[in-house]
């Protein structure tokens, strides 16, 4: 019985020990962890920024400021802080085939602790292009 206290006593200062040693490190790996789910969503946001301005823009009668509006709408609701947005062609026309946008952010800007992780000229972006509905809609005065 007296080994097993001798033991104990002797354990106890290396606990501690380790404990300090193991603290820093774990903290350190779920702040990482933390941070690089930030920069999946930050990217995966974009990405859908993208592509609901897109789709905002498929309409044939829709116009570049829908277009715009509904990529903001949808990167205030998510976090993205000043996103630079590009939309091709500008003004969209009853004969624009095709949309094309590109929604792009610094994570620096948009981060928790990014920042640390990406320089500043860092830039997460999507582009996304799709058909507008003028293919399959004859528009007068085309020949289609």
């Known amino acids: 019985m007296k080994i097993a206290h001798r033991f104990g006593a002797r354990?106890?200062?290396a606990t501690t020990i380790e404990f300090a040693f193991c603290v820093p490190i774990m903290l350190t790996v779920v702040f990482a962890l933390v941070e690089f789910?930030?920069?999946l969503q930050l990217q995966q946001?974009?990405?859908q920024a993208a592509f609901e301005g897109a789709r905002a823009g498929v309409d044939l009668d829709a116009?570049?400021?829908d277009v715009t509006n509904a990529a903001n709408?949808?990167?205030g609701i998510v976090g993205i802080a000043k996103p630079t947005i590009t939309i091709t062609p500008?003004?969209?026309t009853y004969l624009s085939p095709t949309i094309t946008v590109t929604v792009s952010t610094t994570p620096a800007r948009s981060g928790w602790?990014?920042?640390r992780f990406f320089n500043k000229s860092s830039v997460i972006s999507s582009t996304i292009t799709l058909n507008r509905e003028v293919q399959s809609v004859s528009v007068?005065?085309?020949?289609?």
Do not use: I, Q, Y
Request: hydrophobic share 30%.
């Open 113 to 115: 602790f990014l920042l």
């Open 90 to 92: 500008d003004p969209l």
């Open 37 to 39: 789910s930030r920069a």
């Open 45 to 47: 946001s974009v990405r």
């Open 140 to 144: 007068p005065g085309t020949g289609s």
């Open 11 to 13: 354990r106890r200062g």
């Open 63 to 65: 116009t570049t400021s």
């Open 73 to 75: 709408t949808v990167a």
